[in-house]
């Protein structure tokens, strides 16, 4: 283990631009190979000239987005947790967060695979489709979700690795997922014959693949440093703290996922034309946050990491730089898909009505990334500091905001009022949060101090 994690006496440490740099570049390009890896299966599949088959696929990638996307609290909460007891030098409940965080993961992976069947069958009647796609849909989820423990594992691994301030590692793991994914998917399809299926396998070995990097990197970091034992591991309160850590981010998240399904499903009752340009503008908005989110993963582990050391000056610190890199990057963005938007929307599509209905909403998406800056950077910083109560209740009064504007200004301006629902309930969620941060960090870093889930 790490000098820094060997002794039980927290200390403050420096926050640079260099440190928060450190973690988000990685992380970033972590982020960045996720789509290719779609992109990717989805063409390998089209070589096989039956749109059935690539609809299977295509239904399946939205199943397996909504449920991993759900279970994304096991990196976030892993994170934090982690982080803390960095900061705290805590070697051994560095390494119990680790096992109590994978056994909950594997479990819910278990349980995933358990109902396979009852999660696809509600999916697809959802979802709709040929009696052909639903076929392609059954034999690629059937194969691919035996990975689901796997891909769960791998959550909580970035997420400890990321909580102990280790992003290339986190990096490296991305990029073996993701290139065995897409090198044993060529392989099944083109050359063997696989068809879907393959594609499904592909999945399986690339999870397979980073578990046991993973199990690696967590030897050769907790190398030499002392075990927990089963009474820490299976302490009750601290798997009650994970537990409620969890919960409140699965239920942030879960909601933020119906926000934007909502979204898209007022895009649709729009017709076609309106769907068609806003999923459009909706990728080249996701591609963009993926920016942010790598500063976010920074204010995670620095913000946890200075709250578990007890310095509330390195704390607000990292607070300060995470926010400061995150409006560049952010402006910079906005300007960028401003600027350049009108190219990008020729580029993704040939239809004439497409482009047009998309150049009118352009420049209400172009400010996404910036009026989504400080909610993602202060959704980092709650994740880092495990206030995950905060988060939650933060997240049902913006989109309760975002209903209420979403319905009004769309009666007047019609599908652009949407765009600016989200918006407003990007800005809410930022400005709720710095709120709720100025009442948090003094009680935070008093002596008497009680961790907060």
């Known amino acids: 283990m790490d000098a820094a994690a060997e002794s039980n006496a927290p200390a403050p440490f420096a926050v640079s631009h260099r440190a928060v740099l450190a973690v988000a570049l990685p992380m970033t390009l972590a982020y960045l190979t996720t789509p290719l890896v779609g992109l990717v299966n989805l063409g390998v599949v089209g070589r096989l000239g039956d749109p059935?088959?690539?609809?299977?696929?295509?239904?399946?990638?939205?199943?397996?987005?909504?449920?991993?996307?759900?279970?994304?609290?096991?990196?976030?909460?892993?994170?934090?947790?982690?982080?803390?007891?960095?900061?705290?030098?805590?070697?051994?409940?560095?390494?119990?967060?680790?096992?109590?965080?994978?056994?909950?993961?594997?479990?819910?992976?278990?349980?995933?695979?358990?109902?396979?069947?009852?999660?696809?069958?509600?999916?697809?009647?959802?979802?709709?489709?040929?009696?052909a796609?639903?076929?392609?849909?059954?034999?690629?989820?059937?194969?691919?979700?035996?990975?689901?423990?796997?891909?769960?594992?791998?959550?909580?691994?970035?997420?400890?690795?990321?909580?102990?301030?280790?992003?290339?590692?986190?990096?490296?793991?991305?990029?073996?997922?993701?290139?065995?994914?897409?090198?044993?998917?060529?392989?099944?399809?083109?050359?063997?014959?696989?068809?879907?299926?393959?594609?499904?396998?592909?999945?399986?070995?690339g999870e397979f693949t980073a578990v046991i990097l993973g199990a690696i990197f967590v030897?050769?970091?907790?190398?030499?440093?002392?075990?927990?034992?089963?009474?820490?591991?299976?302490?009750?309160?601290?798997?009650?703290?994970?537990?409620?850590?969890n919960r409140d981010i699965m239920i942030r998240t879960f909601v933020l996922i119906l926000?934007?399904?909502?979204?898209?499903?007022?895009?649709a009752a729009a017709g076609d034309i309106v769907l068609a340009a806003n999923e459009l503008l909706?990728?080249?908005v996701i591609f963009a946050a993926f920016f942010l989110d790598g500063l976010a993963a920074a204010a995670e582990q620095l913000g946890g990491r200075a709250l578990g050391a007890g310095s509330r000056a390195t704390?607000?610190?990292?607070?300060?730089?995470?926010?400061?890199?995150?409006?560049?990057?952010?402006?910079?963005?906005?300007?960028a898909i401003f600027l350049g938007g009108p190219a990008i929307i020729d580029t993704m599509s040939t239809s004439d009505a497409v482009r047009v209905a998309a150049r009118q909403v352009l420049a209400w998406a172009a400010l996404f990334p910036l009026f989504g800056t400080l909610a993602y950077q202060m959704d980092g910083v709650f994740i880092g500091a495990t206030w995950s109560a905060d988060m939650r209740n933060a997240m049902l009064v913006s989109v309760a905001i975002y209903l209420v504007t979403g319905w009004s200004v769309a009666s007047l301006l019609g599908i652009t009022g949407w765009w600016i629902a989200l918006l407003v309930f990007l800005a809410v969620r930022g400005i709720s949060l710095l709120w709720l941060l100025g009442i948090r960090i003094g009680p935070a870093f008093s002596a008497d101090r009680q961790p907060v889930p």
């Open 219 to 245: 030897l050769h970091l907790t190398r030499g440093g002392p075990k927990p034992g089963p009474a820490t591991i299976f302490s009750g309160a601290a798997f009650r703290r994970l537990i409620v850590l």
């Open 133 to 205: 796609v639903h076929a392609a849909a059954t034999t690629y989820w059937q194969v691919r979700v035996l990975a689901a423990p796997l891909t769960l594992a791998n959550y909580v691994i970035l997420g400890w690795l990321i909580g102990l301030g280790r992003a290339g590692y986190g990096l490296v793991l991305q990029l073996v997922v993701n290139s065995i994914n897409v090198l044993v998917s060529i392989m099944l399809v083109d050359r063997f014959g696989f068809g879907v299926a393959g594609v499904g396998w592909a999945s399986v070995a």
């Open 315 to 335: 704390f607000e610190r990292a607070v300060r730089l995470v926010v400061l890199w995150g409006f560049a990057v952010g402006g910079a963005l906005t300007l």
């Open 52 to 131: 059935a088959l690539v609809g299977g696929v295509a239904i399946c990638g939205v199943v397996f987005d909504v449920v991993f996307a759900t279970f994304n609290f096991l990196r976030a909460g892993t994170t934090g947790l982690v982080a803390q007891a960095f900061g705290r030098r805590d070697a051994t409940e560095i390494q119990a967060t680790l096992y109590r965080a994978l056994m909950l993961g594997v479990g819910a992976g278990v349980v995933i695979v358990a109902l396979k069947s009852p999660i696809l069958h509600l999916a697809l009647m959802l979802l709709g489709g040929s009696s």
């Open 282 to 284: 909706m990728n080249v």
């Open 259 to 267: 926000s934007f399904a909502l979204f898209t499903s007022r895009s």
